[in-house]
Nanobody, 122 residues
Framework: QVQVVESGGGLVQAGGSLRLSCAAS????????MGWYRQFPGKQRALVET???????NYADSVKARFTISRDNAKNTVYLQMDSLKPEDTAVYYC????????????????WGQGTQVTVSS
């Protein structure tokens, strides 16, 4: 029943910005770490940024100067602000949530979104 849905991807010119959103829904007792990953064609999914429930971030070195992760626990949503985008940022971006579901939070699971395409043109 629990799912996460990404939005905000699209086509942007190099040097531009995008703001990705990821909203978790369903019977959620608690959201723990949430994060963003990306996958290039023919390659494995890789970390972009993650953030703990308390707001502590973890960055990939390749994006730490340009991307900023944040979250709004009241909305069960995590964001990724992407600035100074480069063509090499072109990928499918996936949201990930470590959560506890149900009334008691007894069941803990990792949930992935379906991804949103980000394309940066030269």
């Amino acid at each position: 029943q629990v799912q996460v849905v990404e939005s905000g991807g699209g086509l942007v010119q190099a040097g531009g910005s995008l703001r990705l959103s990821c909203a978790a829904s369903g019977s959620i007792f608690r959201l723990n770490d949430m994060g963003w990953y990306r996958q290039f064609p023919g390659k494995q999914r890789a970390l972009v940024e993650t953030i703990t429930n308390g707001g502590n971030p973890n960055y990939a070195d390749s994006v730490k100067a340009r991307f900023t992760i944040s979250r709004d626990n009241a909305k069960n949503t995590v964001y990724l602000q992407m600035d100074s985008l480069k063509p090499e940022d072109t990928a499918v971006y996936y949201c990930n949530a470590d959560l506890q579901e149900g009334i008691t939070g007894y069941s803990r699971k990792i949930v992935w979104g379906q991804g949103t395409q980000v394309t940066v043109s030269s």
